[in-house]
């Protein structure tokens, strides 16, 4: 079965600094890796994603990610943080089955942004 | 983009009673629909799958006498918690997709349900 990890519980940037979120995950065929955005209130943002390709994605609100499969890794980097970026942070893995895509989720970091 | 929504957004009730949550996706037709439970400072973890028109695909560990989910038309998905005690209380999030298995889901707001 596969399984995502998000080392970092909470992790707190100033506003300006870099961000980098780690994700690890464990699947035994090549992953579908997501990063979504959870702020209170709304429900789960999709950040980026990747299939294939490019190991080096793009996706909104200036993020960015890294899929490194020697290093089972998948993490989110965003070079200037801004105050609303302070929310909490999904990365999940997804499988292709009959019944369909389904996610399974890391623990999720917290992001907080000192002014 | 695609829209879903969920209501109610927060319900508190009686242990021992039924609450049922919709979740509906405004503005596309969603082939696949999923529920979520998720703990307080906790990840998500997925309860079942549906597809419009037949019965919901259950993970494991989860009752399904318990969580009923009726997936009645292209646009609407319920969960209904039968019975519910205090346990039951959590965080309910729905996402709908329109596409195949590789396509986005859109998730919902969530339902915060509170058991006394």
């Known amino acids: 079965a596969q399984s995502v990890t998000q080392p970092d519980i909470h992790i707190t940037v100033s506003e300006g600094a870099s961000l980098e979120l780690r994700c690890n995950y464990s699947y035994g065929a090549t992953p579908y890796l997501f990063w979504y955005v959870q702020s209170p209130g709304q429900g789960l943002q999709l950040l980026l994603k990747?299939?294939?390709?490019?190991?080096l994605v793009q996706g909104i609100k200036g993020f960015e990610a890294e899929f490194k499969r020697s290093q089972s890794s998948f993490n989110l980097r965003k070079p200037s943080v801004h105050w609303s970026d302070a929310a909490e942070y999904f990365c999940?893995?997804?499988?292709?089955?009959?019944?369909?895509?389904?996610?399974?989720f890391g623990g999720g970091t917290r992001v907080l942004v000192k002014p | 983009g695609a829209v879903v929504s969920q209501h109610p957004s927060r319900v508190i009730c009686k242990s021992g009673t039924s609450v049922k949550i919709e979740c509906r996706s405004l503005?596309?037709?969603?082939?696949?629909m999923f529920w979520y439970r998720q703990f307080p400072k906790q990840s998500l973890m997925l309860m079942a799958t549906?597809?419009?028109?037949?019965?919901?695909?259950?993970e494991q560990g989860v009752e399904k006498d318990k969580f009923l989910i009726n997936h009645a038309s292209l646009t609407l998905s319920t969960l209904t918690v039968t019975s519910a005690h205090p346990e039951d209380s959590s965080f309910y999030i729905c996402?709908?997709?329109?596409?195949?298995?590789?396509?986005?889901?859109?998730f919902g707001p969530g339902t915060r349900l509170t058991v006394l």
């Open positions: 999940a893995v997804g499988t292709v089955k009959a019944a369909g895509n389904k996610l399974t």
């Open positions: 503005d596309f037709q969603a082939t696949t």
């Open positions: 549906s597809n419009e028109g037949s019965k919901a695909t259950y």
């Open positions: 990747y299939f294939s390709g490019d190991t």
């Open positions: 996402s709908a997709r329109f596409g195949g298995p590789a396509d986005e889901q859109f």
